[in-house]
C-alpha cells in the first residue's frame, strides 16, 4: 500500500501519519524529517537543504527525489509506505510516478488534509516536536503527559525555527503557490480523497481510515 498525505503546513499530516503507521504497518517516509536529520548531522545533504528550511523555501527538486528513491527502493518500504511532505512541486510527482513506474508500483490513494488558514497558523506556532524521535505535540490541543517531554520515548520537546509566525506565513504562501496544484494533477488521476481537517485528531483519523479501506474518495 503507498499512501501520500497532501495538505499545508500543520494540517495534521504527521499526526496523522503516526497512527496509520501503527495500524497499517507501513514505512514512514518524511521528507521534513529526514531533511532536518541531515541538518543536525551537519552532513552534505544538511548543509545544502539549511538555508532553504530556515527561510521557509522549498529544497531544490532533484536533492527530495534523491532522498524518496533511496528510501522507497529500502527493504523496508517493500510492504508499503506513507509519504508525508512529499511530493510537493508537480515536477517531483512527476518524478515519484517515474520512480514507481521503474519499482512497479503505484499509488493507491492521496489524502488532502484541508484546514482553515487561521487554524493552520495556531496550530504551527504551538507546535513541539521531540528531538529524538520526531513524534508531534501541541501545548494546547495535544499536550504530552508531562511538559516538554516525549510519551512515546522520553525525549525533550522543541519548537522548529520554521514554525516562527513569520516563517509560517512564507511557508503557506509557498504551499499556495508549488504544493496546492498537486491536488488537481492527483484528483486528475481519480486517487485524491480530501478530508475535512478542522476537527478532533480521531475524528479525523476514523475518516482517513475508512477512506484507505473502501478506497473511495
Ligand atoms: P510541514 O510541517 O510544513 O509539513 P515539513 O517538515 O514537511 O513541514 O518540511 C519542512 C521543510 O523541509 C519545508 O519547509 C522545506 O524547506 C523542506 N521540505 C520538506 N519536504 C520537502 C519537499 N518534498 N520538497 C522540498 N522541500 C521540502
Ligand atoms: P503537518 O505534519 O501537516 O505539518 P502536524 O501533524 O505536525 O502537521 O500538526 C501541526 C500541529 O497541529 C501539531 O502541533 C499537532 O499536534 C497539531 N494538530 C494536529 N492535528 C490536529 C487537530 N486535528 N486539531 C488540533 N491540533 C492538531
Ligand atoms: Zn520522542
Known amino acids: 500500500m503507498l499512501i501520500i498525505l497532501l495538505g499545508p503546513p500543520g494540517a495534521g499530516k504527521g499526526t496523522q501519519a503516526e497512527r496509520l503507521v501503527k495500524q497499517y504497518n507501513l514505512a514512514y517516509i518524511a521528507t521534513g524529517d529526514?531533511?532536518?536529520?541531515?541538518?543536525?548531522?551537519?552532513?552534505?545533504?544538511?548543509?545544502?537543504?539549511?538555508?532553504f528550511m530556515e527561510q521557509g523555501q522549498l529544497v531544490p527538486d532533484e536533492v527530495v527525489v534523491g532522498i524518496v528513491r533511496e528510501r522507497l527502493t529500502a527493504p523496508d518500504c517493500a510492504a508499503g509506505a506513507i509519504l508525508d511532505g512529499f511530493p510537493r512541486t508537480?515536477?517531483?510527482?512527476?518524478?515519484?510516478?517515474?520512480?514507481?513506474?521503474?519499482?512497479?508500483?503505484?499509488?493507491?490513494?492521496?489524502i488532502h488534509i484541508e484546514v482553515d488558514e487561521e487554524e493552520l497558523i495556531t496550530r504551527l506556532t504551538g507546535r513541539r516536536v521531540c528531538r529524538e524521535c520526531a513524534a508531534t505535540y501541541h501545548i494546547k490541543f495535544n499536550?504530552?503527559?508531562?511538559?516538554?517531554?516525549?510519551?512515546?520515548?522520553?525525549?525533550?520537546?522543541?519548537?522548529?525555527?520554521?514554525?516562527?509566525?513569520?516563517?509560517?506565513?512564507?511557508?503557506?504562501?509557498?504551499y499556495n503557490?508549488?504544493?496546492?496544484?498537486?491536488?488537481?494533477?492527483?484528483?486528475?488521476?481519480?486517487?485524491?480523497?480530501?478530508?475535512?481537517?478542522?476537527?478532533?485528531?480521531?475524528?479525523?483519523?476514523?475518516?482517513?481510515?475508512?477512506?484507505?479501506?473502501?478506497?473511495?474518495?
Open 34 to 51: 529526514i531533511l532536518r536529520a541531515a541538518v543536525k548531522s551537519g552532513s552534505p545533504l544538511g548543509k545544502q537543504a539549511k538555508t
Open 90 to 110: 508537480v515536477a517531483q510527482a512527476q518524478a515519484l510516478d517515474q520512480v514507481l513506474e521503474e519499482i512497479g508500483t503505484k499509488i493507491d490513494r492521496v
Open 143 to 174: 499536550p504530552p503527559k508531562v511538559r516538554n517531554v516525549c510519551d512515546q520515548c522520553g525525549g525533550e520537546l522543541y519548537q522548529r525555527e520554521d514554525d516562527s509566525l513569520s516563517t509560517v506565513q512564507e511557508r503557506l504562501v509557498v
Open 177 to 217: 503557490k508549488q504544493t496546492a496544484p498537486l491536488i488537481d494533477y492527483y484528483n486528475r488521476e481519480g486517487l485524491l480523497t480530501v478530508i475535512d481537517g478542522n476537527r478532533e485528531i480521531e475524528q479525523i483519523f476514523s475518516q482517513i481510515s475508512s477512506a484507505l479501506e473502501t478506497g473511495s474518495s
